[in-house]
């Protein structure tokens, strides 16, 4: 019974790594295809010459890869930082208010930010758009950006209250007494403590601003303000479509939330699991 239940363990663990890998190893496979192999009929998956060719193009500063690439990358950069700017301060502490007072409407609240975190972002799209029109505020980072934050702040501030609730109240309590105000408290004692769940929060908002693909091509217009996700389209012509160039941009992309993602690993599991301090 155990060698099956191991069996099934790692043939589980084998799908997820092809599933999650896969198309990762293909479009890297792509991008260091020639042009002339990717389009001859053969059954072979790996290309016979590699070439680096398309990630010349995209690191040399004197092409326009390299040009639409990188302004892309900062537009991009530009988006998941005031995302986070805004949106950590403000989930943790609306999440401190909701974890440690009770209010009147406060679980009417809590139920309808619950209910938000079901509801998909671009069911909205088409009201948002049409008020962004209206005021003028198509094209516009910052604002595009309050757009992420209405989608990702109702589960990072429900993640975050959760957190908040399993610390103890003696703890709150002997803080009072030692004569420390609300805002010592905060800062002092709820912050530090806070610390793995605000990483996991960084984690999560800025992998989930970057991937964003239908929020930016519906309220940004201008190759001046377009997203990395969104300027693999300028690599489409009518003429041709350089797929390995594509494929190489997207290798490129996913570069950045790696490096957090494995900066940041420890946090998001005991972010999400360490619910508690020691007394």
């Excluded at 390299?66 to 986070?84: C, I, R």
């Excluded at 809590?110 to 088409?126: E, K, Q, R, W, Y």
């Amino acid at each position: 019974m155990r060698k099956k239940s191991n069996f099934l363990y790692i043939a589980a663990v084998v799908f997820i790594i092809v599933f999650s890998l896969g198309p990762i190893l293909w479009s890297f496979v792509i991008s260091v295809t020639p042009e002339n192999e990717m389009l001859k009929a053969s059954t072979s998956i790996l290309p016979q010459e590699p070439m680096l060719d398309n990630y010349k193009s995209i690191f040399d500063t004197s092409t326009k890869e390299h040009q639409v690439a990188f302004k892309g990358l900062k537009n991009s950069l530009l988006m998941s930082g005031l995302t986070l700017i805004i949106g950590v301060p403000t989930s943790l502490i609306t999440a401190y208010a909701l974890a440690r007072y009770d209010f009147k409407g406060k679980k009417m609240f809590v139920n309808l930010l619950l209910l938000t975190i079901v509801i998909p972002a671009f069911a909205t799209l088409i009201p948002v758009y049409s008020i962004f029109r209206k005021l003028g505020l198509l094209d516009n980072v910052f604002w595009t950006s309050v757009i992420y934050l209405s989608s990702f702040l109702p589960l990072n501030t429900w993640i975050i209250m959760n957190y908040i609730k399993e610390i103890p109240k003696e703890l709150w309590q002997a803080a009072a007494i030692d004569g420390f105000n609300e805002r010592q408290i905060f800062f002092k004692i709820a912050v530090p403590i806070c610390c793995p769940i605000i990483l996991t929060s960084v984690l999560i908002m800025f992998i989930m601003s970057w991937k964003q693909y239908i929020i930016p091509m519906i309220l940004i217009s201008s190759h001046k303000h377009k997203m990395l996700t969104m300027v693999m389209s300028e690599f489409m012509t009518r003429d041709a479509i350089k797929y390995g160039i594509i494929a190489a941009v997207g290798i490129v992309s996913i570069i950045p939330p790696a490096i957090v993602a494995m900066i940041f690993r420890k946090f998001l599991v005991s972010g999400l699991t360490a619910g508690t301090v020691k007394q």
